[in-house]
């Protein structure tokens, strides 16, 4: 079965309203979704200019974090109706830089809950810290899909994206080999439809995040279980980030 691919940026910490209006710009100008869906994700003060200017074309918003209570006494928290309301439709959890600074499994299971919730469709990512055997590694993602998702019924699984960062690969330039890429996210899909069964499982769309840019983009983006990428430093600059997409585009056509 065919799943339609995501490609994602994830502009981090990076650009103010106007630095985001004119690379949205660039990116709905240039770019259908015919084959492939289009997401990007600035940061909080950039939401509403750049929603304004994504509206008459496919490319979509979404945000970096969200709170998991829906509204109340939390200086500084954004939540995921205050999102919506800003034109977002997804939301990135549990990425590690997150958790890095502390945010726990049971926090992002909160988060990814609550943006369920209130109608976006989480991206939640989980990823091994240190290179490992892929034994290991497996063990890690279990652990953190398992907690991460713990709260999560069956039926909205599918809503769920979840994105395989291995840490060490994040801004790094460095990335697993196709092979160990082949055998992670072999695992992963065994492991969604072990946990929600054949028919959601299967339709969980599985992303790659870890220095993916366009020269690696055809490489990692041919694994038959890998549904797209959540890209950081490649998402910055229209004509990279064009270049990731159009090769989704061709190998979701041969995916298809
Ligand atoms: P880079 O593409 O810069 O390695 O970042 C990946 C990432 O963390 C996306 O969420």
Redesign the pocket.
Known sequence: MSIRTLIAG?W?MNGTPEFGVTLAKELTQNFTCDKVDMLICPSFTSLIPVADTLKDGCVKLGAQNVHAEASGAHTGEISAEMLKACGCEYV?TG???RRAAGETDDQVAAKTCAALEGGLTPIL?IGENAKMQPAEAQEVLEKQLRASMKNIAVTEGSQVVI?Y?PVW????GLVPTIDDLKEAFTFLRQLVIKTYGEEVGSKIRLLY?????AENAADILAVTDINGG??????LKAPSFLAIAEVASQYAERKA
Do not use: V
């Open positions: 994830n981090k990135i990425h590690s830089e990512c994105a960062e690969a994040i801004g790094t995040g870890g220095s993916l840019n959540l890209i950081g430093g490649a998402s």
